[in-house]
C-alpha cells in the first residue's frame, strides 16, 4: 500500500522556486497497476521519486505499506527515464547486477538474467557494452535489471516511450504476463494515453505544473488483457474519450 | 567560352592530385610511419654528427658517434646499471606511495563533503606550492639516500593524483548512485561498483600525468644530493665538462620516460575496454 497525504514539493528558493507538486493526496493498493498521466513536465516523476525516497516532499508524507519513507524505499524498482545503467558494464553484468549487490554466485545470477535477456528480446547482446546499444535496448536492459530483483513495488517513468510500436506492445504484453505472475503493485508515468488504459486499473490525471489530482478514473477492463486487441473494444473507448476530455483541458490551457 | 573551362579543368585536376598525395603521405600504414619516423631520427644525428664536426665545438654538444661510444662503454663495464637501477627504483617507489596517497585521499575527501570543505584551502594553497622546493627539507629528513628521492617524487605525484581523483568522485552520477541504492547497495557496493569505476579515467589521467613527475622529482633529488642514479650522472657529467655523459645519459632518462609512458597507456587500456570498445 502506497500513500501519498497531502503531498506538496517545491525546488529552489527565492526568485527560483518552482512549485511542482501541491496538495496530491493518492492511494494506491497492493497489487494494482496505476497510471499517471498529465502534461510534460507537470510534476509526475516528482512523485515517483518520493515514492522511491529519493527526495523528501517539502509538505505532507509518503507512507509505504504503513511506515513512513524517510530513506531510499528498497522494496521498490524504479524504472527512471534515464536508463541509469553503468557504461563500464556489459548487458548481462549490468542485468546481473541487483543479484550480484545481494551475494548470488555467478552462475546463478547469469542463468537467471540470461532468461530475463531472452525475454526482453535482447539475446546475443550479453556482452555488448551500454554505449554499442540503441535507446531502446538500453530501457529493455533496465527493465530486464528491475524486474530480475523482483521488487514489491515497479515505479516506470515513461519506460516505454523510446521503443518502436512493436516493441511497446510487445514490452506490454511481457509487463501483464510478469504483473500475473508476481502481483507487483505498479506506478507507471505515461504520456500515452492507450498505455495507460491498456495497463492500468486506474488513471490518474494530473494537473499542469504544479500537479494535482485532476481526475481519477478506474479502468474497468476484464483481464487478462490482449494488449493488441483491447484497445478496439466499446469498453476501451469510452473509457478513452472520458479521460481524454479531461486531459485535454490540461493542454488547451497550456496552449493558451 | 571553352578557355575558361579548360583551365578548369586542370586547376581542380592538379587541386585533386594535390589531395590525392597528401592523403597518401597522411594515410601511410602504422609501419610505413614507423620507417619514416626512424629515418626522420637518423637524420636529425646526421646533422647533429655534421654539426660538431664543421660548425660547433664538441665541447658543448658533443656527437652522437661519441654519446654512442659512451653509453656501449657504460653497458660493458656494467657501471651504468647501478644507476639505472637506483633511479628506477626510487621512481616506481615514490609513485607507488604517491598514488596510493592521493587516490586514498581524493576517494576519502571526495565522498566526505564536510572534510573536502574542511581543507580545501588548505590543499590549494600547498598544492600551489612548487614541490620541488621542498627537496632540501626532505634530504634532511630522510637522508642522502634513496628515501629522499622517493620522498620528493612521492609528494609530486600525490597531488596530481588526489586531485584528479577528487574531481573523478565528484562527477560520479548522482543517478547511477541513487539507483543502485534502491537495488539494496550497501555502502562499500556504491564504493566498490559505482564511484571507483566511474571515477577510473580520471585517476587515469592523474596516474598518467603524474608519473614523469615521478621521475623529474627523483632526478632532481639526484642531483641536488647523490652518489647513485641518473640525475647524479648528468650533474656529474656536467660538473667535469662531460658533454657526451651528460647526452648519454638524458638519453637513457629519455627511454626510460617512454617505456613508462607506454606502460601506464596499456594498464589504462586494459582496464578501460568499455571505453575502447566503442570508439
Given amino acids: ?256 | 567560352m571553352n578557355k575558361p573551362a579548360a583551365v578548369e579543368t586542370t586547376e581542380s585536376e592538379a587541386e585533386r592530385l594535390e589531395a590525392r598525395q597528401s592523403r597518401t603521405l597522411a594515410d601511410a600504414s602504422t609501419a610505413m610511419m614507423a620507417v619514416y619516423q626512424t629515418l626522420f631520427g637518423l637524420l636529425l644525428l646526421v646533422l647533429w654528427q655534421a654539426a660538431s664536426q664543421w660548425l660547433i665545438d664538441p665541447f658543448f654538444i658533443s656527437s652522437p658517434l661519441e654519446v654512442i661510444a659512451r653509453l656501449v662503454a657504460w653497458t660493458s663495464d656494467g657501471s651504468i646499471f647501478v644507476h639505472i637501477w637506483a633511479t628506477v627504483y626510487a621512481t616506481f617507489l615514490g609513485f607507488a606511495i604517491g598514488a596510493v596517497l592521493g587516490v586514498v585521499g581524493g576517494i576519502w575527501l571526495g565522498v566526505s563533503p564536510f572534510f573536502s570543505r574542511l581543507l580545501n584551502p588548505y590543499i590549494w594553497a600547498f598544492n600551489a606550492l612548487p614541490k620541488v622546493a621542498l627537496a632540501p627539507l626532505l634530504i634532511l629528513w630522510f637522508g642522502l639516500g634513496i628515501h629522499s628521492k622517493v620522498a620528493l617524487a612521492a609528494v609530486l605525484v600525490v597531488f596530481l593524483v588526489f586531485v584528479n581523483t577528487f574531481s573523478g568522485v565528484r562527477e560520479v552520477d548522482q543517478d547511477l548512485i541513487d539507483g543502485v541504492r534502491l537495488m539494496k547497495a550497501k555502502r562499500s557496493q556504491i564504493l566498490m561498483k559505482v564511484i571507483l569505476p566511474s571515477a577510473l579515467s580520471w585517476i587515469f589521467v592523474g596516474l598518467k600525468s603524474s608519473l614523469p613527475y615521478a621521475l623529474i622529482g627523483v632526478i632532481i633529488g639526484e642531483m641536488i644530493a647523490s652518489n647513485k642514479g641518473l640525475g647524479y650522472l648528468v650533474q656529474r657529467a656536467g660538473s667535469e665538462f662531460d658533454t657526451a655523459g651528460a647526452f648519454a645519459a638524458l638519453t637513457i632518462i629519455a627511454v626510460i620516460a617512454a617505456v613508462l609512458n607506454e606502460f601506464v597507456q596499456a594498464s589504462q587500456e586494459r582496464l578501460e575496454r568499455w571505453k575502447i570498445v566503442n570508439r
Fill in chain 1, 1 to 256: 500500500m502506497i500513500e501519498l497525504q497531502g503531498i506538496g514539493k517545491t525546488f529552489g528558493a527565492g526568485a527560483n522556486r518552482t512549485k511542482a507538486v501541491d496538495d496530491v493526496n493518492l492511494t494506491i493498493a497492493p497489487r494494482s497497476i496505476v497510471a499517471l498521466i498529465g502534461p510534460s513536465g507537470c510534476g509526475k516523476s516528482t512523485l515517483l521519486n518520493m515514492i522511491a525516497g529519493l527526495y523528501r516532499p517539502t509538505v505532507g508524507k509518503v507512507m509505504y505499506d504503513g511506515d513512513k519513507v524517510t530513506d531510499v524505499n528498497t522494496d521498490v524498482g524504479y524504472m527512471t527515464q534515464k536508463d541509469n545503467l553503468l557504461p563500464w558494464r556489459s548487458v548481462i553484468d549490468n542485468i546481473a547486477l541487483p543479484l550480484e549487490l545481494t551475494g548470488t554466485s555467478r552462475e546463478a545470477r547469469y542463468a537467471q538474467a540470461r532468461a530475463l535477456i531472452q525475454q526482453v528480446g535482447l539475446d546475443g547482446f550479453e556482452d555488448k557494452y551500454p554505449s554499442s546499444l540503441s535507446g531502446g535496448m538500453r530501457k529493455r536492459v533496465s527493465l530486464a535489471r528491475m524486474l530480475l530483483y523482483r521488487p514489491k513495488t515497479l515505479l516506470l517513468d515513461e519506460p516505454f516511450a523510446a521503443l518502436d510500436a512493436q516493441l511497446r506492445l510487445a514490452m506490454h504484453d511481457l509487463l501483464l504476463k510478469l504483473w500475473t505472475e508476481q502481483q507487483q503493485t505498479i506506478v507507471l508515468v505515461t504520456h500515452d494515453l492507450v498505455e495507460a488504459i491498456t495497463l492500468a486499473d486506474r488513471v490518474v490525471v494530473f494537473t499542469k505544473r504544479p500537479a494535482r489530482v485532476a481526475m481519477d478514473q478506474l479502468v474497468n477492463l476484464p483481464r487478462p488483457r490482449d494488449v493488441r486487441e483491447v484497445r478496439f473494444t466499446k469498453q476501451f473507448h469510452d473509457t478513452h474519450n472520458s479521460i481524454w476530455d479531461r486531459l485535454r483541458e490540461e493542454y488547451d490551457e497550456e496552449r493558451i
